[in-house]
């Protein structure tokens, strides 16, 4: 399966792919990031509900402390 992923094309090895799955597969915490799914913010209750599609756009924004 084909996605943009950040502005990038990214090819997973399945046809069937959660918004949780993703992030376990990219390593990401999903306790600290705000992810988008073809420009609707996705609330963090539904990454395991949001099923990714062939061609869909995935943008995935990490939040970072510092000063």
Do not use: W
Not at 26 to 51: D, M, Q, W
């Amino acid at each position: 399966m084909k996605i943009i992923l950040n502005g990038a094309s990214k090819e997973f090895p399945t046809e069937h792919l959660n918004l949780q799955q993703l992030l376990d597969h990219l390593v990401i915490p999903a306790g600290r990031v705000a992810c988008e799914v073809n420009l609707k913010i996705i609330k963090r209750a539904f990454y395991l509900s949001t099923v990714l599609n062939e061609g869909d756009t995935v943008e995935i924004i990490q939040a970072i402390g510092g000063g």
